[in-house]
């Protein structure tokens, strides 16, 4: 069964750091393009950062140069580490995963940012 979960997401001040990691299962992770999307109340899910299957990374303008994702194959597990949070980062954080036609999703982490 294809499972993303991710995890480590939480309540922090502006300024601060936190690390969201999605472990995959299931999956051929090597060959997957993984990305992180987020979403509030209202609005669309929009794209944060993503990485391909070779190590290429692409940004949403608004998080570039306080986001960084990577990836661990070996682990089957991609991160998302946000340096510099803001208020407007508050939003549900999903973990996604595309292998051909094949789109998978996480359940969600919450990240909460306080002004």
């Known amino acids: 069964q294809r499972q993303l979960v991710e995890s480590g997401g939480g309540l922090v001040q502006a300024g601060g750091s936190l690390r969201l990691s999605c472990a995959a299962s299931?999956?051929?992770?090597?060959?997957?393009?993984m990305g992180w999307y987020r979403q509030t109340p209202g609005k669309q899910r929009e794209l944060v950062a993503s990485?391909?299957?070779?190590?290429?990374?692409n940004y949403a303008d608004s998080v570039k140069g306080r986001f960084t994702i990577s990836r661990d194959n070996s682990k089957k597990t991609v991160y998302l580490q946000m340096n510099s949070l803001k208020p407007e980062d508050t939003a549900v954080y999903y973990c996604?995963?595309?292998?051909?036609?094949?789109?998978?999703w996480g359940q969600g982490t919450q990240v909460t940012v306080s002004s």
């Open positions: 996604n995963g595309v292998q051909g036609g094949l789109r998978d």
């Open positions: 299931g999956m051929f992770f090597r060959i997957t393009d």
């Open positions: 990485i391909t299957s070779g190590g290429s990374t």
